[in-house]
């Protein structure tokens, strides 16, 4: 599978931004899906995961209450709508994909990523 992720951008702190992750491939509904982060000087992180049937999702600590994942089978598209943002979530944003049995916040179990897009938040 392969995967473009966009909707990145300049926003205000407190400002909102809705990440999308388009998946090309007829298997995408197989997938497990995930968004990552990495700040600069920093390791990548995880952030939030959803399941194949959006049944099972998990997010970090850090943005739980603000982010929320979902996906559109039909569409091929998992997105995540970030709220409230503030100066700490500035980071390159990816999405991957991980075909397995229940979600992780493991990156190395991801064997599908996206190519990253950028979140710039001012205070």
């Known amino acids: 599978v392969q995967l473009q992720a966009s909707g990145g951008g300049l926003v205000q702190a407190g400002g909102s931004l809705r990440l999308s992750c388009a998946a090309s491939g007829r298997t995408f509904s197989a997938y497990n899906m995930g968004w990552f982060r990495q700040a600069p000087g920093k390791e990548r992180e995880f952030v939030a995961t959803?399941?194949?049937?959006?049944?099972?999702?998990d997010y970090a600590d850090s943005v739980k209450g603000r982010f929320t994942v979902s996906r559109d089978n039909a569409k091929n598209t998992v997105y995540l709508q970030m709220n409230s943002l503030n100066p700490e979530d500035m980071a390159v944003y990816y999405c991957?994909?991980?075909?397995?049995?229940?979600?992780?916040?493991?990156?190395?179990?991801?064997?599908?990523w996206g190519q990253g897009t950028q979140v710039t938040v001012s205070s």
């Open positions: 959803i399941s194949w049937n959006s049944v099972n999702i």
């Open positions: 991957a994909a991980y075909l397995g049995v229940g979600i992780s916040r493991l990156s190395h179990q991801y064997g599908y």
